[in-house]
């Protein structure tokens, strides 16, 4: 419950004061209300009955019933703004604290419950806080009332009221820990129902292409019946609450007249009538008190659901980020715009290395490419440039300074990231290029429109009716493969970076546009840092050096003349993809010989490659 | 308002049977517990009577047993019905789940498309639980309260008609003031339920896209989208939850207004001299203005209820009433035999196609392709080369034109048999969480350990597979680390094991090393002798050895031919090609 309390400010304790003093004058007035209809009735049985004072006792309790209105709704007003701010708020740091994640924090929990608990999970609170705490006060209040009044009575009857209370009580228990054990599963599998939705709508097309009706359903219909299942248990258990309690209530009353029974039956003749009274006085305050257990009963009903909802609430905001900002960075001027000195890294908790022992430097201005085998690590060796993950060894230096030392967002300005899955937002085309924090200054038209120009996506943006303001669907399915490709491609150059990261981002161009995209980069982003991971050598054979990459280590560098001279698996790369499957098209040794063709182009650094090896 | 009445009208039709036997079990649980504080009096009175002689516990015996009886009875029907209405609730909710699962097969992709991940798995939990849960505790009790209500009328009527009027006007003129709440409420809910969907869409996409938004640094962007969104949450339910707080204390209002209705029109009454009104009457109508109040807080809680029930019945039922696809997409074969497999001939007739009406993709395209042949189509990205595709699975209907396979029109093979004879790799690579065999085998039948092992084999992921604790069974999950490659390759394993006669490979190795998809284009060249299959690939590797290269610009098919003969056009093949040797 802590969770909720670092929310409240010193106004809303007050506020919440005010509410509760709001319902604490709504119980009066309402208790009042029937000692002036008993006035009324009083009134009436006199000889000469005056209309007008009937009317006067009429308007008074009128006006207690207005009274009453009126403090409930200041009451409610005020509770379900405190409450609705306390969710607002709750969300809102959620939602920061899920943005703060690295990839690293964020693979500790299931995406589809982040949804789940970013929204579901604070609803189930706000629902609490906004009427739980009125009833608690209401109950508490008739509660004190009533004992009051019983205090000076037999105590003997309150044997029986505390026989009910242990009996309400154990019920309540037995309930909840029912109900607790299967709501934390109810939970689980709504999470899973989210991710099968979630999977579902995005994997639509493959589900079609394999008529993979059938297996779809019987995959999600598995998870729903365990749901149904855990969500019917949960049900009967608190269905058994209020018949339970209902019960006690009854059972008390007929326990207290049992009880006077035997008290009047011992007692003297003469103390009998005053007894009788008593008991029927009590009767009604255990009724009152149990009146009161009611209006808990239903505050205490949410208590599971609440529970476990702000545990899943505070395991996020409780979870610790180990990817944090940097003492701020001395940036040198000569220093090479990325270097990799004895690199490793293993996913948390898994047994082997992804990456071992890399080392390598690109200097600033330079095109420095990776190649590999299928899940050889260069995705994830990008991944530790902008520190989505963080290096389990060894050191990374940004402009001569450890990208440990860099505040998050000035490293991450600094780079411009095309990931290998293009993925986009739902917002316009121009929303999508203009992503991401530019130094506070939104990007005009202008500036969108020149990197979506370099991205080579100018052309088919304009192709569609509404250009740069065409709303993107969800994943990008109104695009191309190539077109979200292009338009993730602008959306890096629209911020300018001094380090572009492509990680195998030419995939699905085809070789003209390919070609067409590295010209634009190299004319318009001319001082900039590329590093770029790709399968086919067109896009990467006129880097300055060129890594190969196989199981996580690095097996050769250089040019890629250097690399067809002496490095086997990049000459195997190259042959597979100049030579023909099965039927052979075009001879061997054409295909080598126009490969080489491209050593004498001008622009093609190829002694800075030697520089850059250390 | 579309469509929610009618689904809240079918569920309350399918589930009568449990509805009608909640409301006896109601009914009679109310009438035992009428009938307990009658024993109760009737104790109390014995005792006052007998207060004089001896008294022993012995004596209220018979009081004590028949009242823990009625107990035990109205404890019986009152938990009957809350479990009938548990159960009940569960499959109602659950029903709507699958139905809404079904329903997404049967929307066309033009449609789905659209939908918001999140917003659709709010409808699915949220709103759900919204109707399953309510619909069944809101209906269940209230014929208990009609009547009540009915029984409580009589008697007051009975016991003088005057009165009655004066507390059904009061409790009339509280009613308008709770209806206007009550219909004031209803947009505020739909305005909640619309901005927590949402709010659950944008979440959910800056969560898949988690990495791009770090990658860009763009936390406070998202946040600051985020608080907007929240902040018309935190609005609208301001509103909703406010109004609805109000019902509560509206109703012991009425209940008061009442009480003042009573007793000024007894004494009005009594100071005319006139009417037969007693001063036990009057009390005993003092009784009665709160026990009215009681089936009309029901009825109220009832109407509220139903009013949330229904915009998320409204939500529900948007989905389940979209259009659906063409009604042979889920056609059998006329006698539901398995047919034998379709040989895979192709031909696109005169074909004209564009997402949008008014924005062509594909112009007049024709093009013919022979069992057994394999094509592989180029050209510049955006070209409608995975249009092409998406026609040939009918993922969208052409406007013009015709699609045939084995000379059947697709339109009357069926899409579940066109399907059937088609296996195909898909440009986004879809891996859903399971074990790697599911992932692989997924709805294919009948794939044995030896072939899946060597599909494994064939698509180079013998390794892979090799290094992983359990193998071929361990889960993959989005948390799983798995390169994009891998991928790709598992997707290209799930279309082996369909072994299907025509296969489609778009962009499906765009991820691969060139090696691993070397090994790949072996086995599927092995796999596909006779089989027709389109390639859609950017790499030389993929396509110089295809039987006919489609080269496709603008929407339409611009050269055609195999590699040597198009090289030799020196046209926009020619172009492509040689472009990647060229220095950037």
């Known amino acids: 419950m802590n969770l909720v309390f670092k929310y409240l400010k010193k106004k809303d304790i007050l506020l919440l004061a005010i509410s509760c003093l709001c319902v604490i004058f709504q119980v009066i007035f309402e208790l009042k209300i029937p000692e002036f209809t008993a006035g009324i009735a009083l009134l009436v049985q006199k000889e000469n009955l005056m209309f007008s004072d009937v009317l006067h006792n009429g308007m008074i309790i009128l006006l207690l019933a207005f009274g009453s209105l009126a403090m409930a709704v200041v009451g409610g007003y005020i509770i379900t703004g405190i409450g609705t701010d306390l969710a607002t708020g709750i969300r809102s740091d959620v939602f920061a604290k899920l943005m703060s994640f690295s990839l690293q924090e964020a693979s500790d929990f299931d995406s589809s419950s982040l949804v789940t608990r970013c929204t579901r999970n604070i609803e189930s609170v706000l629902m609490f806080w906004t009427f739980g705490p009125l009833l608690l006060v209401r109950a508490l209040f008739t509660f004190v009332l009533a004992a009051v009044k019983m205090g000076n009575t037999d105590i003997r009857w309150i044997y029986t009221v505390g026989t009910a209370s242990l009996f309400a009580l154990i019920l309540l228990s037995v309930v909840f820990l029912t109900a607790t054990g299967k709501m934390m599963d109810v939970?689980?599998?709504?999470?899973?129902?989210?991710?099968?939705?979630?999977?579902?709508?995005?994997?639509?097309?493959?589900?079609?292409?394999?008529?993979?009706?059938?297996?779809?359903?019987?995959?999600?219909?598995?998870?729903?019946?365990?749901?149904?299942?855990?969500?019917?248990?949960?049900?009967?258990?608190?269905?058994?609450?209020?018949?339970?309690?209902?019960?006690?209530?009854?059972?008390?009353?007929?326990?207290?007249?049992?009880?006077?029974?035997?008290?009047?039956?011992?007692?003297?003749?003469?103390?009998?009538?005053?007894?009788?009274?008593?008991?029927?006085?009590?009767?009604?305050?255990?009724?009152?008190?149990?009146?009161?257990?009611?209006?808990?009963?239903?505050?205490?009903?949410?208590?599971?659901?609440?529970?476990?909802?702000?545990?899943?609430?505070?395991?996020?905001?409780?979870?610790?980020?180990?990817?944090?900002?940097?003492?701020?960075?001395?940036?040198?001027?000569?220093?090479?715009?990325?270097?990799?000195?004895?690199?490793?890294?293993?996913?948390?908790?898994?047994?082997?290395?992804?990456?071992?022992?890399?080392?390598?430097?690109?200097?600033?201005?330079?095109?420095?490419?990776?190649?590999?085998?299928?899940?050889?690590?260069?995705?994830?060796?990008?991944?530790?440039?902008?520190?989505?993950?963080?290096?389990?060894?060894?050191?990374?230096?940004?402009?001569?300074?450890?990208?440990?030392?860099?505040?998050?967002?000035?490293?991450?300005?600094?780079?411009?990231?095309?990931?290998?899955?293009?993925?986009?937002?739902?917002?316009?085309v121009a929303g999508n290029i203009d992503f991401g924090d530019d130094g506070g200054f939104a990007r005009g038209l202008n500036e969108i429109k020149k990197a979506a120009m370099t991205g080579q996506a100018h052309e088919f943006i304009m192709q569609k009716p509404e250009g740069y303001d065409t709303q993107v669907q969800r994943g990008g399915a109104n695009f191309s493969g190539g077109q979200r490709q292009r338009l993730t491609i602008s959306r890096a150059v629209c911020r300018d970076p001094e380090i572009y990261i492509f990680d195998d981002s030419f995939s699905a161009l085809d070789f003209k546009t390919d070609r067409q995209l590295r010209k634009a980069l190299k004319e318009n982003a001319a001082g900039a840092t590329l590093i770029i991971v790709a399968q086919r050598i067109a896009t990467i054979r006129y880097a300055d050096r060129i890594y190969v990459m196989d199981n996580g280590k690095i097996v050769g560098e250089g040019t890629h003349d250097e690399l067809m001279e002496n490095c086997t698996v990049y000459q195997e790369i190259a042959h597979s993809q100049f030579v023909g499957t099965g039927k052979v098209t075009s001879p061997d040794g054409e295909v080598l010989k126009s490969l080489k063709a491209g050593t004498g182009s001008p622009d093609l650094k190829s002694g800075a490659g030697k520089e850059g090896v250390k | 308002m579309s469509g929610g009445r009618e689904l809240l009208r079918k569920i309350i039709r399918q589930n009568s049977k449990i509805i009608v036997l909640s409301m006896v079990c109601a009914v009679l649980a109310a009438i035992a517990q009428a009938l307990l504080p009658m024993q109760i009096q009737r104790l109390g009175d014995y005792l006052q009577q007998n207060m004089g002689g001896d008294l022993g516990l012995g004596d209220i015996v018979p009081f004590l047993r028949s009242a823990i009886a009625l107990l035990a009875v109205f404890a019986f029907f009152f938990i009957t019905q809350n479990l009938l209405v548990a159960k009940a609730s569960g499959y109602i909710g659950s029903n709507l789940r699958v139905d809404l699962n079904d329903k997404l097969n049967r929307i066309p992709l033009s449609v789905t498309d659209k939908y918001m991940v999140g917003d659709i798995q709010s409808r699915f939990v949220k709103d759900v639980d919204t109707i399953s849960s309510s619909i069944l505790n809101t209906f269940a009790p209230a014929p208990a309260n009609l009547i009540k209500l009915v029984l409580l009328l009589i008697v007051m009527f009975m016991t003088d008609p005057f009165m009655t009027i004066a507390v059904i006007v009061a409790e009339f003129a509280g009613l308008v003031l709770l209806a206007v709440v009550v219909q004031k409420t209803g947009p505020h809910i739909k305005d909640q339920m619309e901005a927590l969907g949402s709010l659950t869409s944008f979440t959910e996409e800056s969560i898949s896209g988690h990495m791009v938004v770090k990658a860009f640094h763009c936390e406070e962007d998202m946040k600051k989208e985020f608080d907007q969104r929240n902040e018309r949450v935190s609005t609208s339910s301001k509103k909703a939850q406010f109004l609805q707080g109000l019902l509560q204390p509206l109703l012991s209002f009425n209940s008061n207004l009442s009480y003042v209705a009573v007793v000024v029109t007894a004494a009005a009454l009594f100071s005319m001299r006139s009417g037969s009104l007693t001063i036990g009457g009057m009390a005993a109508f003092i009784l009665y203005a709160p026990m009215i109040a009681e089936p009309m807080n029901a009825v109220i809680s009832f109407v509220s209820a139903l009013q949330q029930a229904l915009v998320s019945a409204d939500r529900v039922a948007e989905v389940l009433n979209a259009p659906e696809m063409n009604e042979d997409v889920h056609k059998k074969t006329d006698d539901g035999q398995k047919v034998e497999k379709l040989s895979g001939d192709v031909e696109f007739e005169h074909v004209t196609f564009g997402y949008e009406p008014e924005q062509i993709v594909l112009h007049d395209l024709s093009a013919k392709?022979?069992?057994?042949?394999?094509?592989?189509?180029?050209?510049?990205?955006?070209?409608?080369?995975?249009?092409?595709?998406?026609?040939?699975?009918?993922?969208?209907?052409?406007?013009?034109?015709?699609?045939?396979?084995?000379?059947?029109?697709?339109?009357?093979?069926?899409?579940?048999?066109?399907?059937?004879?088609?296996?195909?790799?898909?440009?986004?690579?879809?891996?859903?969480?399971?074990?790697?065999?599911?992932?692989?085998?997924?709805?294919?039948?009948?794939?044995?350990?030896?072939?899946?092992?060597?599909i494994v084999e064939d698509c180079g992921l013998s390794y892979y597979v090799g290094t992983l604790p359990e193998g071929l069974d361990t889960v993959i999950s989005e948390r799983s680390d798995i390169s994009a490659g891998q991928k790709q390759l598992l997707t290209i394993a799930r279309a082996l094991a369909k072994d299907s006669p025509i296969l489609i490979l778009d962009e499906a190795t765009s991820n691969v090393d060139t090696r691993s998809e070397l090994l790949i284009q072996r086995a599927i060249d092995r796999l596909t002798r006779d089989r027709t299959s389109f390639v859609i690939a950017h790499r030389l590797s993929t396509i110089q050895n295809a039987d006919c290269i489609f080269v496709m610009k603008d929407g339409d098919v611009v050269e055609m031919g195999k590699h040597e003969e198009l090289l030799e056009k020196n046209g926009l093949y020619s172009e492509l090609y040689h472009s990647q040797f060229e220095p950037a």
Not at chain 1, 285 to 309: E, H, K, N, Q
Not at chain 1, 321 to 337: H, L, Q, S
Not at chain 2, 373 to 387: D, M, R, Y
Request: glycine letters at 10%; charged letters at 20%; a neutral charge.
């Open chain 1, 187 to 428: 939970q689980t599998y709504m999470d899973v129902i989210n991710r099968q939705v979630g999977e579902h709508i995005g994997g639509i097309r493959v589900v079609h292409a394999f008529n993979a009706y059938g297996f779809q359903k019987k995959a999600f219909d598995v998870t729903d019946r365990k749901l149904t299942d855990f969500n019917i248990t949960v049900n009967k258990a608190v269905s058994i609450l209020a018949p339970g309690l209902t019960v006690t209530i009854y059972g008390l009353t007929i326990a207290v007249f049992a009880m006077g029974t035997h008290i009047i039956s011992q007692a003297d003749i003469a103390q009998r009538p005053s007894l009788y009274a008593d008991m029927i006085e009590f009767s009604s305050y255990a009724t009152l008190i149990m009146g009161a257990v009611v209006f808990l009963m239903r505050g205490l009903g949410m208590i599971p659901d609440v529970l476990i909802s702000s545990k899943r609430i505070k395991e996020i905001l409780d979870h610790p980020t180990v990817i944090n900002d940097g003492p701020g960075a001395t940036v040198k001027a000569d220093a090479p715009a990325v270097s990799f000195e004895h690199v490793y890294f293993g996913y948390p908790g898994a047994a082997s290395n992804v990456l071992e022992d890399i080392s390598f430097r690109a200097l600033k201005g330079e095109t420095v490419a990776f190649i590999g085998n299928t899940g050889c690590g260069k995705s994830t060796l990008l991944n530790l440039i902008p520190r989505l993950y963080e290096a389990t060894s060894g050191k990374i230096e940004i402009n001569g300074a450890d990208i440990r030392d860099y505040a998050l967002g000035d490293l991450r300005n600094r780079i411009g990231y095309v990931p290998q899955k293009a993925m986009l937002f739902s917002d316009t």
């Open chain 2, 369 to 454: 392709v022979k069992a057994g042949q394999k094509v592989a189509i180029v050209g510049p990205t955006g070209a409608g080369k995975s249009t092409f595709v998406n026609l040939l699975m009918r993922f969208y209907e052409p406007q013009n034109g015709r699609i045939l396979v084995d000379g059947i029109p697709v339109t009357e093979l069926g899409q579940e048999r066109l399907h059937d004879n088609i296996a195909m790799v898909l440009q986004d690579t879809w891996t859903f969480e399971g074990s790697i065999r599911d992932n692989i085998v997924y709805s294919t039948e009948g794939v044995t350990e030896e072939r899946l092992n060597k």
